[in-house]
Nanobody, 111 residues
Framework: QVQLVESGGGLVQPGGSLRLSCAAS????????MAWFRQAPGKERDFVAA???????SYKDSVRGRFTISRDNAKNTVYLHMDRLKPEDTAVYYC?????WGQGTQVTVSS
């Protein structure tokens, strides 16, 4: 069955960096568009970034230039590198393959 397992979240100060990972299994990863979403407390789940099988990328306006999505097809893993983090980036971050969700990883940006 499809499994998406996120990791790499944590507590970071404003201006800091984190790299999230999503290990995927149970589907044809290398042919799939992969995406990151996030959900802040009391808000709906929101698109953050996506990467296609051909490495085309797209980003939410508020993270473009600070976040970078990438993939390693040999490891069936998608990454989200986050720089210059802001308190408003605080959320649970989820990996998605167009149909399934991981359990999420908490990112907290606070001094």
């Amino acid at each position: 069955q499809v499994q998406l397992v996120e990791s790499g979240g944590g507590l970071v100060q404003p201006g800091g960096s984190l790299r999230l990972s999503c290990a995927a299994s149970g589907f044809a990863f290398r042919y799939s568009t992969m995406a990151w979403f996030r959900q802040a407390p009391g808000k709906e789940r929101d698109f953050v970034a996506a990467i296609t099988y051909s490495d085309a990328t797209s980003y939410k306006d508020s993270v473009r230039g600070r976040f970078t999505i990438s993939r390693d097809n040999a490891k069936n893993t998608v990454y989200l590198h986050m720089d210059r983090l802001k308190p408003e980036d605080t959320a649970v971050y989820y990996c998605n393959n167009g149909g399934s969700w991981g359990q999420g990883t908490q990112v907290t940006v606070s001094s």
